[in-house]
């Protein structure tokens, strides 16, 4: 391991130590607005005439083309709904603000599974080619459109994810393709380590762009990447913008927010700040006040530097809602008598980023983050007495204050090089320090070393990948033995990918992984009745997927998966408390094979007016005990979401419907040996009307969430959906 890290390390310093040659290039930047509303507009096509070099705006109307000579081009701008615009420019000039007028007209190539790919000596954490098919992108626009305010919401309707609520420390889980572990998370390509909350608590306001990494590795992202991983994309604005939201809801719940942003010579500026709030259901415990604040500023000196600081705060309470019995799935008096919350729940998140394109050919890029989790548990209880004979709640018991900080130190970098021009080399390395309170009091470090190389080949591309991460344990209480000062075995996951284009807007994707999954730390389980370790899963997947984007009828996106997981490990129900007296599950290991396709389809507009989506997962997943395989009925078989769009004469109409199938959801309550206890099996539908007034970027909207009032379950029974919920809102854009 010391060699491969040095011998790592010696490359990024020659490849740092290039001469450095700097190409004169230029770049055009620009907005496209609505000419009647002055509206920023998102998606918009943008190509040169005369050549295949194109792009489309973002969530707020910003394009941008690069590497360009310094002379004039012709952009032409066309979006379905809109008349095409064609716009003389000089590469290098300021930016300029492009008006379009709202009119049917003809695309000639539409784009719904991302853009043209970055460069990675632009963007260093892009994708292989090979991963298209496995990534699903969710745009600002569209978190609007579903009235997503929190990461977590946003991430809803995608296909194969499945969002499963508690009650309990963790809130949400979001999961792809079934699994039971929690999805990776990355922030600007910077992988974060022990995020907890933050999908739940962070808002959509700053965020441009969500991309998921469906598929079972994702080398670039994450310190395993093989549960998926979900990247968050800040905005950035290239001119002055200014937003301003207000909601308004059921259980009292407030959300609002202020987003500023600009341009100052060569600096970007981002500021926001936001206030959520909820008192949730009555007598459910349930409510929750939050602040959060996000700053971020960039500076750029032509196309060889960029310096990128920002800052993520939170400062918030949150009740642990309290479970709900039933007669079909009863909880224990004791369960009920628990008053769980945070208070104060704060999380800080600083993360900064410099690159250097050190010629055409090579970019470094260093980074840095910082996460201090400052968390109070109040735990409170019910007196349980007897009244007439039948056990009551009473009075509660003062509360017992637990503090649980955690603090993460980590630093990285990316070294990207072209040795040719059809072939990219990357090399990632990072590593972290974390001084962690989950399942006891923990010290530990972890290295990730990664190398990537792709090669274009035309109309073929392929990639190829390894990485290798070993964790070091300062201390460490797992609950049986007390491990300090000792590095654990290094693990390794590889990838091989190929991308081909079969004609001008259908590609092929293959994709090949294996590797390690490691087990939540401190995890345990009943072995013959006898606390012992789990064992880290080792797991082989392929996906095999096609896209295609029609101007006429939409576009197209099918995948084939299938994975092998041993001792895959899975929640039992069965709880326990360690010896440094935090509670925590019992896992299980398990040997899992599971195959399955996903689908997703986007229309284009049809009437002027009228866009959709679809996607669709299904899978099929057994396990094998004592030689007998039998289906594995605890993870969601069938995901499938459908929405409709509208925009008219000022309104705009969303609808989006989901539905889960029944799978066994036995999480925190302990049943019945063999009992299954069902969640899932819901319908889901939300929807949201709005009006922008003439000549003004202002919009009024109502919106329902879970309009047939599906007291669902994702998680385990005791914990409901709070269903049907009404808001009213105003949104505003400058």
């Given at each position: 391991m010391k060699h491969v890290l040095k011998g790592i390390m010696c490359v990024v310093l020659l490849m740092a130590g290039i001469t450095v040659c700097w190409g004169q290039t230029e770049t055009i930047k620009g907005t496209v607005v609505n000419e009647h509303t002055q509206a920023p507009l998102p998606n918009i096509s943008v190509r040169i005439k005369g050549s295949s070099l194109a792009t489309s705006t973002d969530s707020i109307g910003q394009f941008k083309l690069d590497k360009l000579q310094q002379k004039e081009y012709t952009l032409i701008f066309t979006c379905i709904g809109f008349k095409p615009v064609e716009k003389k420019v000089t590469a290098g000039a300021a930016p300029l603000t492009v008006s379009i007028v709202p009119g049917f007209t003809?695309?000639?190539?539409?784009?719904?599974?991302?853009?043209?790919?970055?460069?990675?000596?632009?963007?260093?954490?892009?994708?292989?080619?090979?991963?298209?098919?496995?990534?699903?992108?969710?745009?600002?626009?569209?978190?609007?459109?579903?009235?997503?305010?929190?990461?977590?919401?946003?991430?809803?309707?995608?296909?194969?994810?499945?969002?499963?609520?508690?009650?309990?420390?963790?809130?949400?889980?979001?999961?792809?393709?079934?699994?039971?572990?929690?999805?990776?998370?990355?922030?600007?390509?910077?992988?974060?380590?022990?995020?907890?909350?933050?999908?739940?608590?962070?808002?959509?306001?700053?965020?441009?762009?969500?991309?998921?990494?469906?598929?079972?590795?994702?080398?670039?992202?994450?310190?395993?990447?093989?549960?998926?991983?979900?990247?968050?994309?800040?905005?950035?604005?290239?001119?002055?913008?200014?937003?301003?939201?207000?909601?308004?809801?059921?259980f009292n719940t407030l959300h609002a927010e202020l987003t500023h942003g600009g341009k100052v010579g060569n600096f970007h500026y981002l500021l926001s700040a936001t206030r959520d709030q909820t008192d949730g259901p009555k007598n459910r415990n349930a409510a929750e006040r939050a602040w959060n604040f996000f700053g971020k500023i960039s500076y750029s000196l032509k196309d060889w530097l960029n310096v990128e600081l920002q800052q993520f705060y939170i400062k918030s309470m949150r009740e642990f809602a309290q479970v709900v019995s039933t007669a079909e799935y009863p909880v224990a008096i004791g369960t009920q008598s628990q008053i769980w919350k945070y208070d104060p729940l704060n999380l800080s998140l600083t993360q900064g980023k410099i690159k250097i394109k050190e010629s055409a050919n090579a970019t470094t890029e260093l980074r840095y983050y910082y996460i201090q989790n400052k968390e109070e548990?109040?735990?409170?209880?019910?007196?349980?007495?007897?009244?007439?004979?039948?056990?009551?709640?009473?009075?509660?018991?003062?509360?017992?204050?637990?503090?649980?900080?955690?603090?993460?130190?980590?630093?990285?970098?990316?070294?990207?090089?072209?040795?040719?021009?059809?072939?990219?080399?990357?090399?990632v390395g990072d590593y972290y320090k974390g001084d962690m309170w989950t399942n006891g009091a923990q010290r530990k470090s972890t290295l990730s070393g990664v190398i990537l190389d792709e090669h274009d080949f035309g109309k073929l591309s392929v990639n190829a990948g390894i990485k290798v991460l070993r964790d070091y344990y300062k201390y460490y209480n797992p609950g049986t033995a007390l491990i300090q000062n000792q590095w654990q075995p290094a693990y390794a996951n590889i990838s091989a990918g190929a991308a081909y284009k079969l004609c001008k807007n259908t590609t092929l994707n293959y994709i090949f992984n294996a590797g390690t999954v490691p087990v939540p730390d401190g995890s345990l389980q009943q072995v013959n009745g006898v606390a012992t370790t789990v064992n880290n899963e080792k797991r082989v997947s392929m996906d095999l997927g096609i896209t295609k984007q029609c101007k006429e009828a939409g576009d197209v996106s099918l995948t084939a998966f299938f994975s092998n997981r041993k001792n895959a490990f899975q929640y039992t129900g069965v709880l326990y408390t360690n010896t440094a007296g935090t509670q925590s599950e019992y896992l299980q290991n398990l040997d899992l094979k599971s195959y399955g396709v996903e689908f997703e389809y986007k229309s284009p507009v049809v009437l002027g007016f009228l866009s959709g989506f679809t996607n669709i997962m299904w899978q099929h997943t057994t396990t094998a005990t004592d030689g007998t395989t039998t289906k594995y009925l605890n993870v969601p078989d069938f995901i499938a979401s459908a929405g409709i769009n509208a925009q008219k004469s000022g309104f705009t109409?969303?609808?989006?419907?989901?539905?889960?199938?029944?799978?066994?959801?036995?999480?925190?309550?302990?049943?019945?040996?063999?009992?299954?206890?069902?969640?899932?099996?819901?319908?889901?539908?939300?929807?949201?009307?709005?009006?922008?007034?003439?000549?003004?970027?202002?919009?009024?909207?109502?919106?329902?969430?879970?309009?047939?009032?599906?007291?669902?379950?994702?998680?385990?029974?005791?914990?409901?959906?709070?269903?049907?919920?009404f808001s009213v809102g105003l949104r505003a854009s400058f």
């Amino acid at each position: 391991m010391k060699h491969v890290l040095k011998g790592i390390m010696c490359v990024v310093l020659l490849m740092a130590g290039i001469t450095v040659c700097w190409g004169q290039t230029e770049t055009i930047k620009g907005t496209v607005v609505n000419e009647h509303t002055q509206a920023p507009l998102p998606n918009i096509s943008v190509r040169i005439k005369g050549s295949s070099l194109a792009t489309s705006t973002d969530s707020i109307g910003q394009f941008k083309l690069d590497k360009l000579q310094q002379k004039e081009y012709t952009l032409i701008f066309t979006c379905i709904g809109f008349k095409p615009v064609e716009k003389k420019v000089t590469a290098g000039a300021a930016p300029l603000t492009v008006s379009i007028v709202p009119g049917f007209t003809e695309l000639t190539e539409v784009s719904v599974f991302g853009n043209k790919k970055e460069s990675p000596l632009i963007n260093t954490a892009v994708q292989p080619s090979a991963w298209e098919s496995s990534i699903t992108h969710i745009q600002a626009a569209d978190m609007q459109n579903i009235g997503a305010t929190n990461i977590a919401s946003a991430l809803k309707y995608n296909v194969g994810g499945n969002v499963t609520e508690q009650g309990r420390k963790r809130k949400e889980f979001y999961s792809v393709r079934g699994q039971m572990t929690n999805a990776d998370f990355a922030i600007d390509g910077v992988s974060m380590y022990y995020f907890l909350e933050g999908p739940s608590a962070l808002s959509t306001s700053a965020i441009d762009e969500i991309e998921i990494v469906r598929s079972s590795n994702a080398l670039l992202y994450g310190y395993s990447g093989m549960n998926g991983v979900v990247n968050l994309k800040t905005k950035t604005f290239d001119k002055f913008h200014t937003d301003v939201a207000a909601e308004y809801g059921t259980f009292n719940t407030l959300h609002a927010e202020l987003t500023h942003g600009g341009k100052v010579g060569n600096f970007h500026y981002l500021l926001s700040a936001t206030r959520d709030q909820t008192d949730g259901p009555k007598n459910r415990n349930a409510a929750e006040r939050a602040w959060n604040f996000f700053g971020k500023i960039s500076y750029s000196l032509k196309d060889w530097l960029n310096v990128e600081l920002q800052q993520f705060y939170i400062k918030s309470m949150r009740e642990f809602a309290q479970v709900v019995s039933t007669a079909e799935y009863p909880v224990a008096i004791g369960t009920q008598s628990q008053i769980w919350k945070y208070d104060p729940l704060n999380l800080s998140l600083t993360q900064g980023k410099i690159k250097i394109k050190e010629s055409a050919n090579a970019t470094t890029e260093l980074r840095y983050y910082y996460i201090q989790n400052k968390e109070e548990w109040h735990n409170r209880t019910y007196v349980i007495a007897k009244v007439k004979g039948v056990q009551t709640l009473t009075s509660t018991i003062k509360d017992v204050v637990t503090q649980e900080p955690s603090f993460v130190n980590a630093v990285g970098f990316t070294q990207v090089w072209k040795p040719v021009s059809e072939n990219t080399l990357r090399i990632v390395g990072d590593y972290y320090k974390g001084d962690m309170w989950t399942n006891g009091a923990q010290r530990k470090s972890t290295l990730s070393g990664v190398i990537l190389d792709e090669h274009d080949f035309g109309k073929l591309s392929v990639n190829a990948g390894i990485k290798v991460l070993r964790d070091y344990y300062k201390y460490y209480n797992p609950g049986t033995a007390l491990i300090q000062n000792q590095w654990q075995p290094a693990y390794a996951n590889i990838s091989a990918g190929a991308a081909y284009k079969l004609c001008k807007n259908t590609t092929l994707n293959y994709i090949f992984n294996a590797g390690t999954v490691p087990v939540p730390d401190g995890s345990l389980q009943q072995v013959n009745g006898v606390a012992t370790t789990v064992n880290n899963e080792k797991r082989v997947s392929m996906d095999l997927g096609i896209t295609k984007q029609c101007k006429e009828a939409g576009d197209v996106s099918l995948t084939a998966f299938f994975s092998n997981r041993k001792n895959a490990f899975q929640y039992t129900g069965v709880l326990y408390t360690n010896t440094a007296g935090t509670q925590s599950e019992y896992l299980q290991n398990l040997d899992l094979k599971s195959y399955g396709v996903e689908f997703e389809y986007k229309s284009p507009v049809v009437l002027g007016f009228l866009s959709g989506f679809t996607n669709i997962m299904w899978q099929h997943t057994t396990t094998a005990t004592d030689g007998t395989t039998t289906k594995y009925l605890n993870v969601p078989d069938f995901i499938a979401s459908a929405g409709i769009n509208a925009q008219k004469s000022g309104f705009t109409f969303n609808a989006l419907g989901r539905f889960v199938n029944k799978y066994i959801g036995n999480r925190f309550i302990v049943t019945t040996p063999g009992q299954m206890v069902y969640v899932g099996n819901y319908f889901n539908l939300d929807a949201n009307l709005g009006y922008t007034l003439p000549k003004w970027p202002v919009t009024a909207y109502v919106k329902i969430v879970n309009a047939f009032d599906v007291r669902y379950a994702t998680m385990t029974p005791a914990y409901p959906d709070y269903g049907r919920k009404f808001s009213v809102g105003l949104r505003a854009s400058f």
